[in-house]
């Protein structure tokens, strides 16, 4: 069965720093992977997500990912974090062919520090 | 753009009693679904339904029921309430069951006393 892992529960960064949130998954065939992120008291809303092609994906506000097969891994990235960033950020696992079934990472809370 | 909605926002219930959480989508969506989220632990797919009247069991459904009666609505019932618990409740929907977006609800927040 697919799984994911996000290693770092709680990750503090200063504003202007750059940003890599880990993500590792456990998938035999071809992952569609994705990133969400869920503000305070909001839903989950998506980030990028990865169907297989080009290894590095663009998201919203600044964000991208990318694909490594090699090392079962979809890392999440900013090149300058914002006060507006600090959430809760989930990576997740679709096996291909499923209904949409999800699987999530237990998450990772960014806080941003002046 | 479309919303979906989740009442109550929050709820406390007592050990044993049976409890339901509502979930509207106005996106003409055919797909919902239940997760319950727990600090630390992610989302676990609890039920999910692709269709008006159709039901599937996710990886949670134990103890849990949920009633998909017309297209835009589906709710979840827990079926006997577990002294201590604490969890977020999330519906979602997506257009089918392909490689659609799924969106979520902003969830409610369960406490049992």
């Known amino acids: 069965a697919q799984s994911v892992t996000q290693p770092d529960a709680r990750v503090t960064v200063s504003e202007g720093a750059s940003l890599q949130l880990r993500c590792k998954y456990s998938?035999?065939?071809?992952?569609?992977l994705f990133w969400y992120v869920q503000y305070p008291r909001q839903g989950l809303q998506l980030l990028l997500k990865?169907?297989?092609?080009?290894?590095v994906v663009q998201g919203v506000n600044g964000f991208e990912a990318e694909f490594s097969k090699s090392n079962s891994s979809f890392h999440l990235r900013k090149a300058s974090v914002h006060w507006s960033d600090w959430a809760v950020y989930f990576c997740a696992v679709r096996v291909s062919g499923s209904f949409n079934k999800l699987t999530f990472g237990a998450g990772t809370r960014l806080a941003v520090c002046p | 753009g479309g919303i979906i909605t989740q009442t109550p926002k929050f709820l406390i219930g007592q050990e044993g009693q049976k409890l339901t959480l509502k979930c509207q989508q106005n996106?003409?969506?055919?797909?919902m679904y239940w997760y319950r989220q727990d600090s630390g632990k992610g989302l676990r797919l609890i039920y999910y339904s692709i269709t008006e009247n159709d039901l599937q069991k996710g990886d949670l459904s134990e103890g849990y029921d949920a009633s998909r009666e017309k297209k835009s609505s589906f709710s979840l019932t827990v079926t006997s309430a577990q002294k201590n618990e604490m969890a977020v409740f999330l519906c979602a929907s997506s257009m089918g069951t392909g490689d659609t977006e799924v969106f979520f609800g902003k969830g409610t927040r369960l406490t049992v006393v």
């Open positions: 996106f003409n969506h055919d797909t």
């Open positions: 990865y169907y297989p092609g080009d290894p």
């Open positions: 998938y035999f065939g071809t992952p569609y």
